[in-house]
Nanobody, 121 residues
Framework: QVQLVESGGGLVQPGGSLRLSCAASGNIFSIAIMGWYRQAPGKERELVAYIGSGVSTNYAESVKGRFTISRDNAQNTVYLQMNSLKPEDTAVYYC???????????????WGQGTLVTVSS
């Protein structure tokens, strides 16, 4: 049973910073891609950033230069450092893992339960 558990959301003032974490558990051998998506009220879920098992990363244009994604492969954990936050960054942030290989399965995809980030003064 592969599970993703996020933490680190909360309320922050514009210009502030938050760091999100997502830990994957469940007898995992490897995870090809880990990433973050977000869904604002009344909008569709969108990609924020993803990172491969090496160092390759990709960011949405709206967060480039402000957000940094990183991962700890040994701990199956992905992080999202969010700086210079804006009110439009307010959303539920979801962790995603693609290409998950376990003892019994290959190429699984899993989502976290989501963590709310609110940017407001």
């Amino acid at each position: 049973q592969v599970q993703l558990v996020e933490s680190g959301g909360g309320l922050v003032q514009p210009g502030g910073s938050l760091r999100l974490s997502c830990a994957a558990s469940g007898n995992i051998f490897s995870i090809a891609i880990m990433g973050w998506y977000r869904q604002a009220p009344g909008k569709e879920r969108e990609l924020v950033a993803y990172i491969g098992s090496g160092v390759s990363t990709n960011y949405a244009e709206s967060v480039k230069g402000r957000f940094t994604i990183s991962r700890d492969n040994a701990q199956n954990t992905v992080y999202l450092q969010m700086n210079s936050l804006k009110p439009e960054d307010t959303a539920v942030y979801y962790c995603n893992a693609k290409g998950v290989t376990t003892e019994s399965y290959r190429n699984l995809e899993r989502w976290g339960q989501g963590t709310l980030v609110t940017v407001s003064s």
